[in-house]
């Protein structure tokens, strides 16, 4: 069964610096990867759409790597805001399903 | 329409009842997804359609749990004789891709279910 790891849990940083969130999964079969967003009480908000095909994907400042080869995706986000602060999760789809990480909680500070 | 859309956003429910959830997808969008979401969770997989086709269903927790989309649109998940394990948000996403080439996923807001 496929299995996504988010690293790390959770991540505080203050506003403006950049950071990069970690996403890998077990089995490399995966037709696309795509990174969401969810604030509390929400439904996900998609960021970035990777195809299996592709390396990297860009919008605005994120910026969303993947390797399935060594079964490993980051998402860059630059220049950090407040508005920023969520939970980010990634996520597999190999056919039938997406499988989910368990995210990674961000806080900006002001 | 212009979002997937989903209702009721919160459901209370006794040990025992049936509950109905429902889900409007983006209008055109093939595959439709359930999953479900416990508190601090990433989402886990229920089932997923193809248009009317229930092509995967190894994700519904037990025989309580029904999903339904017989024309290809809406759908409905239902649970019967709820127990509180089944408190949880639910989640619906649509996408307008395939099994194979499936596009961006969209999801909506999510049900709330919440067994006393």
């Known amino acids: 069964k496929q299995e996504v790891t988010q690293i790390p849990a959770a991540l505080s940083v203050p506003e403006g610096e950049n950071l990069v969130l970690n996403c890998s999964f077990t089995d490399s079969a995966i037709y696309n990867l795509q990174w969401f967003r969810q604030d509390p009480g929400k439904g996900l908000t998609s960021l970035l759409l990777i195809q299996s095909s592709q390396r990297e994907q860009t919008s605005g400042r994120l910026n969303a790597s993947l390797d399935k080869s060594s079964g490993r995706s980051t998402l860059y986000i630059a220049a950090s805001q407040p508005g920023d602060s969520a939970t980010y999760l990634c996520?597999?789809?190999?056919?039938?399903?997406?499988?989910f990480g368990t995210g990674t909680s961000l806080t900006v500070i002001p | 329409g212009a979002g997937v859309s989903q209702s009721p956003r919160y459901k209370v429910a006794k040990r025992g009842q049936d509950v109905a959830l429902r889900c409007d997808p983006i209008?055109?969008?093939?595959?439709l997804f359930w999953y479900q979401q416990a508190l601090g969770q990433g989402p886990e997989f229920l089932t997923y359609?193809?248009?009317?086709?229930?092509?995967?269903k190894s994700g519904l927790p037990s025989d309580r749990f029904f999903a339904e989309r017989p024309e290809g649109s809406v759908s409905t998940l239902k649970i019967q004789r709820t127990q509180q394990e089944d408190s949880a948000v639910y989640l619906c996403a649509s996408s307008s891709g395939l099994q194979t080439n499936t596009g961006e996923l969209f999801f909506g807001e999510g049900s709330r279910l919440t067994v006393l």
């Open positions: 209008s055109g969008h093939v595959s």
């Open positions: 996520a597999v789809f190999t056919g039938n399903q997406f499988y």
């Open positions: 359609f193809q248009n009317e086709a229930q092509l995967d």
